[in-house]
């Protein structure tokens, strides 16, 4: 997924496709979150328009990522939609506009910023449906602790608000006399 400058401009007129598997397997070591990611599938065009070059790419794949809850592998497949694009003519590109890249040594590398792509897509946490908590892989409870329920911790603080503190039991007897 590299292309010379001058390739480039060659397929001005007739246009450029991309429909290609790329190996990102180097992500793994990138991000300690993805423990696997399979091929990647990139399809899409390119268009010309004066001195910048267009690519509108489709990128499909999968990877798998660990359960923020129990830590136990999730499948998260992903289908990003990027636009990429290059200026051609060797001028400097503004810095503010973070869409548009210069080629680097005359060539344009597409494999970077399919790259940055897919870390953009991870999300924050993910959760694995149907997992039996026995055997995933981060314990569910431990010496004075066990992960509970939303509606089992509002139960426990419901209770508590209802317990009389023992420093304050015959102050609550005082009130009770009085009546």
């Not at 051609?88 to 005359?106: K, T, Y």
């Not at 992960?147 to 911790?153: F, G």
């Amino acid at each position: 997924m590299k292309w010379s400058i001058q390739q480039l401009l060659a397929k001005r007129h007739e246009g450029l496709t991309v429909n290609e598997q790329v190996d990102v397997s180097e992500l793994i070591d990138r991000d300690r979150e993805i423990r696997d990611i399979t091929p990647v599938k990139v399809t899409g065009s390119a268009a010309f328009s004066g001195e910048t070059v267009a690519f509108y790419l489709k990128i499909k794949g999968s990877m798998t990522l660990p359960c923020s809850r129990t830590l136990a592998d999730v499948d998260f497949p992903f289908d990003i939609e990027a636009t990429e694009r290059f200026r051609l003519d060797g001028m400097p590109v503004d810095e503010e506009d973070i869409s548009l890249h210069e080629p680097e040594n005359g060539y344009v590398d597409l494999l970077p910023y399919i790259k940055e792509n897919i870390l953009l897509e991870l999300p924050i946490q993910i959760f694995a449906e149907d997992i039996d908590e026995k055997e995933s892989p981060a314990p569910q409870e431990g010496k004075d602790w066990e992960v509970i329920s939303q509606q089992a911790a509002e139960n426990q603080k419901a209770e508590k608000q209802n317990e009389v503190d023992p420093r304050m039991a015959d102050l609550a007897k005082f009130f009770d006399k009085k009546k």
